[in-house]
Structures are given as structure tokens and as C-alpha cells.
């Protein structure tokens, strides 16, 4: 089974592109900052974190584009993609948490 569950904040607004044609794809993509509270803070009293690049399609995409933006606070559940690939005769490895579900865990302060 292919299941990560993450909490987090997203680290810059997402960028979210559409397909052309008759009926457009949205396709979002986004970076994650996740801490990792099971380490000891810093001295300046943060924990030290992981970032992941997250993608999501479709309606999912259409509801990121809406409603997140930088600092966002999330708990997204989906998997874990490779993303592989040769360039200029070299191996590139990469890879990117791909988004089924999302759960909001702040509400936005009226302005």
C-alpha cells in the first residue's frame, strides 16, 4: 500500500496550470513544509522540517487554487510518486506526494 498522511503548511502560493482543449484539466503544485516533531527544537525554538512537493488534479486542484495560499495549513492524505528520469546522460530521481484528499485545520481570520 502507496499511503502517506502529512501535516503541514504550504511554503508559497500554489501554481495551478490548465490543460487546453474542450474541457480544461486543472493541475496544481505546491511545496509543503512538514516539521518533524519527533527532533529536538533549535535553539531558536523551531523544529527541524521536511519539505515535499505536492501535486493534485482536477476538482481537488480547482479547491487549492480557491481557498490556499501561502501558510496554509493542511493535512493532505495521497502517495508517493518517482519521478525518474535521464538528462544529459545522468540519472535524475525525484519525487512528489500526489494529493487525493485534503482537510483544512485553521479557519481564515475574516479581514
Not at 481557498?67 to 518517482?82: A, F, P, Q
Request: hydrophobic share 35%; glycine share 6%; aromatic share 10%.
Amino acid at each position: 500500500m502507496n499511503q502517506i498522511i502529512l501535516t503541514g503548511r504550504l511554503t508559497a502560493e500554489p501554481t495551478v496550470t490548465y490543460s487546453s482543449g474542450k474541457e480544461p484539466v486543472a493541475h496544481a503544485v505546491f511545496n509543503f513544509a512538514v516539521p518533524d516533531m519527533s527532533m529536538k527544537k533549535s535553539e531558536n525554538g523551531n523544529y527541524p522540517t521536511d519539505f515535499f512537493r505536492c501535486s493534485a488534479w482536477n476538482k481537488l486542484a480547482e479547491v487549492i487554487e480557491s481557498y490556499c495560499s501561502k501558510g496554509t495549513k493542511l493535512m493532505v492524505i495521497g502517495r508517493l510518486k518517482n519521478n525518474n528520469y535521464e538528462k544529459d546522460g545522468q540519472k535524475i530521481y525525484s519525487n512528489e506526494i500526489l494529493i487525493d484528499s485534503l482537510e483544512f485545520l485553521e479557519t481564515k481570520k475574516p479581514e
